[in-house]
C-alpha cells in the first residue's frame, strides 16, 4: 500500500467518521475557533496522505502560513470543507461532546495508523504548517 493507496481510503475513513459524529450530534456554533489554534491553545496535526489530499487544490491566494490559524478559512467559512483531515472533522468547541471527540480522535488516528501499517506506507503526522511550509518550498 502506497500513501495513494492510504489516500484513497481516506473518504471511507471520513465517512465512518461522519456517521459517529453525527450520531454525537455535537454543536458547532460557527465561531471559527476550531481553525484559529494559537488563539484557542490548539495545533492541528495531520498525517501525509491527508495533506496531499488538503492541498491537492493548492492554497488559497495570500495564504499566511503559520501556526495561528488555517490558511483554508476565509471569511469565517472553510475552503477546503470536503478535503479536511481528521483533526477538523472530529473537533467542535462543544463542551459537552470533548470526550467524545477525544476518543473518537484516538479511535480514528490508530485506524489511519493501521492502513499505513498494513501496506508498510512511512507514518509521518506533523502539524499543518509543517506540511504547507514544504508544500511551498517544493519547486514546482
Do not use: N
Amino acid at each position: 500500500m502506497t500513501d495513494e493507496t492510504v489516500r484513497g481510503q481516506l473518504p471511507v475513513l471520513y465517512e465512518e467518521l461522519s456517521r459517529e459524529i453525527a450520531a454525537a450530534a455535537p454543536v458547532c456554533d460557527l465561531s471559527g475557533r476550531c481553525c484559529r489554534f494559537r488563539e484557542y491553545g490548539h495545533t492541528l496535526f495531520i498525517s501525509r496522505p491527508e495533506a496531499e489530499l488538503l492541498l491537492e487544490e493548492g492554497l488559497p491566494e495570500g495564504a499566511v502560513i503559520d501556526d495561528a490559524s488555517c490558511p483554508f478559512q476565509i471569511g469565517g467559512l472553510c475552503t477546503a470543507r470536503e478535503r479536511r483531515p481528521l483533526g477538523c472533522r472530529i473537533y467542535y468547541c462543544d463542551p459537552s461532546y470533548t470526550e467524545t471527540g477525544a476518543r473518537l480522535s484516538e479511535r480514528f488516528i490508530a485506524r489511519l495508523k493501521e492502513l499505513h501499517d498494513e501496506g508498510a506506507t512511512p507514518w509521518e503526522y506533523r502539524p499543518l504548517h509543517h506540511f504547507l511550509h514544504e508544500a511551498v518550498e517544493r519547486p514546482s
